[in-house]
């Protein structure tokens, strides 16, 4: 077990799962609870071996996404039919989205580093152009609301981790990854325009 | 506190928030079952269309010839099977072989018209494989299969986005199998390859111009908006 999670005892046996689902159809909140426990700890364990490299907050950031679409496809889950081919369906759904996701993710900080690279250490005989890419910068950082700029900030120029930037900021590290993210795509959108 | 214990913390308040939303469901009936419902409202609108049309005067002919009812029939199974393989995409863990049943009809629809193809060579000649425009099979399959069409992505909203560009090319396929099953009963073109080229190859063609729209159509939500 990781450090940090929380102690939990040996999973339920796939019976025990579908009773809860079945309780949860019904609008048993208790039983919800101790479903969606039962497989976020499930579902930790399936991202850890189906994709080791995930950082672990990327890891618990698809944990969360796969308890969100269970949340939204519950309705779609057959009594008749057994409970864990049917969560594993959508938890390999999400991770094949998540995987395109973060590679494209990837691309756009990849392409914001590049043009802060690009304004931070041309050779002085490039001012002009130096200039411009500087003036298209903060024009993508003007079209930013006050939680998004501050997220650049401190994830992209100060270089923090997600923790030291949520803490910093008073936020939360959900909060963050939204703020960054919808950060990157409108800047990505401002300066392709240009 | 650590970040690892951050984001595990995030997730059971995510747990708690998602548990305090448990409102009760109603399971959503077998693919096969929406599909009959779907089946009632396609049929009715294409019998409407047929009527406005106008039914072709030789259809009490067309009604007696065994080619006819095995194309006819071969068409209609291929929307219907095409219909609950796209709801059964929406399913999470359903079986791979209702996914698949579109396969069997679909090649005895494209081999009945292919042997018609190879019928209507034998008995005519060449004339018979002279292939004229008749676009307007596209536009009429495309405004008979519109409202089933429809009907369907609402019914396939109903599921999970699972295989997003299946869902919705099998989606495509019903609606347009469908049309192009209503569309021979006002529409006199009879010669297997026309009917290949123009009915079955709008067919084919709206199914994979939906298919590739399948992502745009049916997606989970953002995540952004989850958390909002």
Request: with cysteine; net charge positive.
């Given at each position: 077990?990781?450090?940090?999670?929380?102690?939990?005892?040996?999973?339920?046996?796939p019976v025990?799962?579908?009773?809860?689902?079945?309780?949860?159809?019904?609008g048993?909140?208790v039983?919800?609870?101790?479903?969606?426990?039962?497989?976020?700890?499930?579902?930790?364990?399936?991202?850890?071996?189906?994709?080791?490299?995930?950082?672990?907050?990327?890891?618990?950031?698809?944990?969360?996404?796969?308890?969100l679409?269970l949340?939204?496809?519950r309705a779609?889950?057959d009594?008749?039919?057994?409970?864990?081919?049917?969560?594993?369906?959508?938890?390999?759904?999400?991770?094949?989205?998540?995987a395109?996701?973060?590679?494209?993710?990837?691309?756009?900080?990849m392409?914001?580093?590049?043009?802060?690279?690009?304004?931070c250490?041309?050779?002085?005989n490039r001012?002009?152009?130096n200039v411009v890419?500087l003036m298209?910068?903060?024009?993508a950082?003007?079209?930013l609301?006050?939680t998004?700029?501050?997220a650049v900030?401190?994830l992209r120029?100060r270089?923090?981790?997600?923790a030291?930037?949520?803490?910093?900021?008073?936020?939360?590290?959900?909060?963050?990854?939204?703020?960054?993210h919808?950060?990157?795509r409108k800047m990505?959108?401002?300066?392709?325009?240009e | 506190?650590?970040?690892?214990?951050?984001?595990?913390?995030?997730?059971?308040a995510?747990?708690?928030?998602?548990?305090r939303?448990?409102?009760?469901?109603?399971?959503?009936?077998?693919?096969?079952?929406?599909a009959?419902?779907w089946?009632?409202?396609?049929?009715?609108?294409?019998?409407?269309?047929?009527?406005?049309?106008?039914?072709r005067?030789?259809?009490a002919e067309?009604?007696v010839d065994?080619?006819f009812l095995?194309?006819?029939?071969a068409?209609?199974?291929?929307?219907?099977?095409?219909a609950?393989a796209?709801?059964?995409?929406t399913i999470p863990g359903?079986?791979?072989?209702?996914?698949m049943?579109?396969?069997?009809?679909?090649?005895?629809?494209?081999?009945?018209?292919?042997l018609?193809?190879?019928?209507?060579?034998?008995?005519?000649?060449?004339?018979a494989?002279?292939?004229?425009?008749?676009?307007?099979c596209f536009?009429?399959?495309?405004?008979?299969?519109?409202?089933?069409?429809?009907v369907?992505l609402?019914?396939?909203?109903?599921?999970?986005?699972?295989?997003?560009g299946w869902s919705?090319?099998l989606g495509?396929?019903a609606a347009a199998g469908?049309?192009?099953?209503?569309?021979?009963f006002?529409?006199?073109?009879?010669?297997?390859?026309?009917?290949?080229?123009?009915?079955?190859?709008?067919?084919?063609l709206?199914?994979?111009?939906?298919?590739?729209?399948?992502?745009?159509?049916?997606?989970?939500?953002?995540?952004?908006?989850?958390?909002?």
């Amino acid at each position: 077990m990781e450090p940090n999670e929380p102690a939990r005892p040996e999973g339920l046996d796939p019976v025990s799962l579908e009773r809860l689902m079945q309780r949860t159809q019904g609008g048993d909140q208790v039983a919800y609870r101790e479903l969606l426990a039962e497989v976020a700890q499930r579902m930790r364990r399936l991202v850890r071996r189906r994709a080791p490299w995930l950082k672990p907050e990327d890891t618990e950031d698809l944990v969360q996404d796969i308890l969100l679409s269970l949340h939204r496809a519950r309705a779609s889950w057959d009594p008749e039919r057994p409970f864990l081919p049917w969560m594993v369906a959508i938890a390999r759904s999400r991770m094949a989205d998540n995987a395109r996701r973060y590679a494209r993710r990837a691309a756009i900080d990849m392409a914001v580093m590049d043009l802060a690279e690009t304004f931070c250490d041309v050779p002085a005989n490039r001012h002009a152009e130096n200039v411009v890419n500087l003036m298209s910068m903060q024009k993508a950082m003007d079209n930013l609301s006050p939680t998004e700029r501050q997220a650049v900030e401190l994830l992209r120029l100060r270089q923090m981790s997600l923790a030291e930037a949520a803490e910093a900021s008073g936020s939360t590290v959900a909060a963050m990854k939204v703020a960054i993210h919808r950060a990157m795509r409108k800047m990505r959108k401002t300066l392709w325009k240009e | 506190m650590t970040g690892r214990k951050r984001d595990i913390e995030a997730t059971e308040a995510l747990i708690e928030r998602l548990s305090r939303d448990a409102a009760p469901v109603h399971p959503l009936p077998h693919p096969a079952r929406r599909a009959a419902r779907w089946l009632v409202v396609a049929l009715a609108f294409g019998a409407a269309m047929v009527w406005a049309m106008g039914p072709r005067p030789d259809l009490a002919e067309r009604l007696v010839d065994a080619r006819f009812l095995l194309e006819q029939g071969a068409a209609l199974a291929t929307g219907i099977a095409a219909a609950i393989a796209a709801l059964a995409f929406t399913i999470p863990g359903t079986s791979p072989w209702l996914r698949m049943l579109p396969v069997a009809p679909g090649a005895l629809w494209l081999s009945t018209l292919s042997l018609g193809c190879l019928r209507d060579w034998w008995q005519m000649g060449a004339d018979a494989l002279r292939i004229t425009p008749d676009l307007a099979c596209f536009g009429y399959i495309a405004l008979i299969g519109s409202l089933p069409a429809v009907v369907l992505l609402w019914m396939l909203r109903r599921g999970v986005p699972i295989a997003p560009g299946w869902s919705i090319g099998l989606g495509a396929l019903a609606a347009a199998g469908l049309g192009n099953f209503a569309l021979r009963f006002f529409h006199m073109q009879d010669a297997a390859l026309m009917v290949l080229v123009w009915q079955v190859g709008s067919v084919m063609l709206l199914a994979l111009l939906a298919s590739l729209c399948g992502h745009r159509l049916l997606r989970w939500p953002g995540r952004a908006d989850a958390i909002g």
